[in-house]
């Protein structure tokens, strides 16, 4: 198995999030705690870096994700909610309710990046990790988590707004998005605090 986990045998939460950079949509986050690795069944060997892997194999895994888990969570913090406390701040809380929502109570937290607030009271100890979804198991498993969920989420949202095509650009700030925000004007999905126009 190319990733593994940050401590063995201990109840760990790994966190990560998607959805910082695009114009438009919530921001979501997943938090997922593994079993012992022996415990894991085949299929895990596939997992990677939600962006290393295709959709098709994201789809694949999440239900094995969601089946084999400890305990799994998904947070989101819309675009309203952005614009009022900044992108790295919403990242942040969106993680905090992944945590929130989780039926267990981890022992330690992973965090994909560098940033990160304390969560707990006492805080629960946590280590942040640059590049950690293509590192550690249960990041990469948030990361899958949280980059499907966020597709369906903005899937959801095309049958609204088709001709922003956020079936295909996912709310990112493509060429065609820019145009469509060019003539038909922004949506209450879009950050405002974002730049929202290629000047």
């Not at 989101?76 to 992108?87: G, H, M």
């Not at 820019?178 to 290629?198: C, D, M, V, W």
Request: aromatic share 10%; glycine share 6%.
């Amino acid at each position: 198995m190319l990733l593994t986990y940050y401590i063995a045998n201990v109840l760990e939460a790994g966190c990560d999030e998607a959805g910082r950079g695009p114009l438009a949509g919530s921001v979501f986050a997943a938090a997922v705690i593994l079993p012992p690795e022996e415990q894991l069944s085949c299929g895990w060997e596939q997992l990677n870096d939600s962006k290393q892997m295709t959709e098709h194999e994201r789809y694949v895994l999440r239900p094995l994700i969601e089946k084999e888990s400890v305990a799994w969570a998904v947070g989101e913090v819309t675009a309203e909610e952005i614009d009022r406390i900044n992108i790295l701040q919403a990242a942040l809380l969106a993680m905090h309710r992944a945590l929130d929502q989780l039926t267990i109570t981890p022992q330690h937290i992973i965090v994909d990046g560098n940033k990160w607030k304390p969560y707990g009271f006492p805080a629960i100890p946590a280590d942040t990790v640059v590049k950690g979804d293509g590192k550690y198991l249960s990041i990469a498993a948030a990361s899958v988590l949280a980059k499907t969920y966020r597709d369906d989420y903005m899937n959801r949202l095309h049958e609204q707004y088709p001709q922003y095509h956020w079936d295909t650009n996912k709310g990112y700030p493509t060429p065609a998005h820019y145009e469509a925000i060019r003539q038909y004007g922004i949506t209450p999905y879009h950050r405002r605090s974002f730049r929202l126009n290629k000047e």
